[in-house]
């Protein structure tokens, strides 16, 4: 029976995305892990493997179609010895067209039967999906098999016709008497935008001249994600001012050292050094925000937020504490130039405890940035530009200086918390040899 090729869900928050482009045709071949198309979400643009063997009978959903749901067919695979007569059956899918003021597509409704004979897409008792073929579930449904205690070899760990045809059903468990899950009040879903409607606001200046830009899927992500942290994070701010004389100069005598290397370190990279090393000092800082808990951190994982075309990518270095700057150095340049291009892999941007937003090379003093859920806190780097100072003896001399800000979330941290991490920050940075011992 031929097999509906499904949408993928390719990270665990996706709902919809593009299918920018296809990599087959109608009548090729296709052998498990072969490439079948370039799927766009609203982080990335990833391609998406064939997980059976087959040929390509019919594309239901032409490439540049937009707002195509999760789990919703985009295409025929037909097995061994069918042919194109025998897709008649099958209900092609209501792709959005790439066309101004479209429609998005429809998510298929919860009761309607996949018509391709397998089972709705099986969900674990945690509630995460259990990503598998069409072919799998079918199979798995057959052999009363239980999909979440099979461990798929598939991509990205979906699971595959292989991985079901040895397994035996396990035996039937006594059924338990349902406990009741505690009540918790419900938050409501944070709102696209605040302000009023796109029609009031249209018909406002209907006798302006204006271009209207259609917001794509990365924009309406960091809208509504912006929108809610400002709402439901309680938000409070601490400013420093960091003198850099020494570490301009130290910066400097490394950077001459490594030329032989091809490596060059950017003020930057010594402000990821310095956060990865406080956020070790200071561990209760070391923290993130689980809704009815929160979890500390061993590693010092920093998220660096980078600005592309469109919006923005917070890039996550991993164990930033056990690297070198060098190294720290040539990870941020690797992961910017991908994120630039839209290449990188959610487990690159997802996660982290902490984020640093430098606004520096645009000449900005200060400002405050809004902390990127669940993160506990988030920095914001100024530019460095002289300034009279008074030094410790008393004399006033001109000096280097950056104006960081501290945005903490207080579920997380409080203020004299918030405070030591700081602290430990600019000490970090006034000394910066220090960071190397």
Known sequence: MPLEILMPALSPTMEEGTLAKWLVKEGDEVSSGDLLAEIETDKATMEFEAVEDGVIGKILVPEGSEGVTVNSAIAILLEDGESADDIGAIPAAAPTAVTENAPKAAPREASEAPSSGAPAAPVAADGNRIFASPLARRIAANKGVDLATIQGSGPRGRIVKADVEGSTAAPEAKPTPPVAAPSTASVPAAKLTAGPDAETVLKMYADRDFEEVSLNGMRKTIAARLTEAKQSIPHFYLRRDIKLDALLAFRSQLNKQLEKRGAKLSVNDFVIKACALALQEI?????????????KLSPSDVAVAVAIEGGLFTPVLKDAEMKSLSALSAEMKDLATRARDRKLAPHEYQGGSFAISNLGMFGIDNFDAVINPP??????????????????????????????????????????????????????????????A
Request: proline fraction near 4%; aromatic fraction near 2%.
């Open 283 to 295: 561990p209760d800082a070391n923290a993130v925000w689980a809704n009815d808990r929160i979890l």
């Open 375 to 436: 993160h506990g806190a988030i920095l914001a780097v100024g530019a460095g530009t002289k300034k009279p100072v008074v030094n410790s003896d008393g004399e006033l001399e001109v000096a280097t200086v950056m104006t960081v800000t501290l945005s903490v979330d207080h579920r997380v941290i409080d203020g004299a918390l918030g405070a030591q991490l700081l602290n430990a920050i600019v000490d970090n940075l006034e000394n910066p040899m220090a960071m190397l």
